[in-house]
Nanobody, 116 residues
Framework: QVQLVESGGGLVQPGGSLRLSCAASRSIFSFNFMGWYRQAPGKQRELVAQLAATGNTNYADSVKGRFTIFRIYAENTVYLQMNRLKPEDTAVYYC??????????WGQGTQVTVSS
């Protein structure tokens, strides 16, 4: 089972930026999809951004134009660059990877708090 470890969360003021990292314990070439989800208190987990092996991306409407998902194969890492952060972006952010055989793996989550 692959291990996914998130980092980069923290406290940031509205309008600020953060970059989240998701480091995999082995090559990310085997993943059909890698993505970021988030869960705010009292709400369901939702998809934030997804990156397919083809390079296609998918973003939640609420983050389009502000967030960017990208990967660096040599680092076995997927990133989420978050700009112009808003208080409603506050949540625990989780990394997810779906392999070619359908297996899905999750990281432990990283807290992002946007507050003045």
């Amino acid at each position: 089972q692959v291990q996914l470890v998130e980092s980069g969360g923290g406290l940031v003021q509205p309008g600020g930026s953060l970059r989240l990292s998701c480091a995999a314990s082995r090559s990310i070439f085997s993943f059909n999809f890698m993505g970021w989800y988030r869960q705010a208190p009292g709400k369901q987990r939702e998809l934030v951004a997804q990156l397919a092996a083809t390079g296609n991306t998918n973003y939640a409407d609420s983050v389009k134009g502000r967030f960017t998902i990208f990967r660096i194969y040599a680092e076995n890492t997927v990133y989420l660059q978050m700009n112009r952060l808003k208080p409603e972006d506050t949540a625990v952010y989780y990394c997810n990877g779906v392999e070619a055989d359908g297996r899905s793996s999750w990281g432990q989550g990283t807290q992002v708090t946007v507050s003045s």
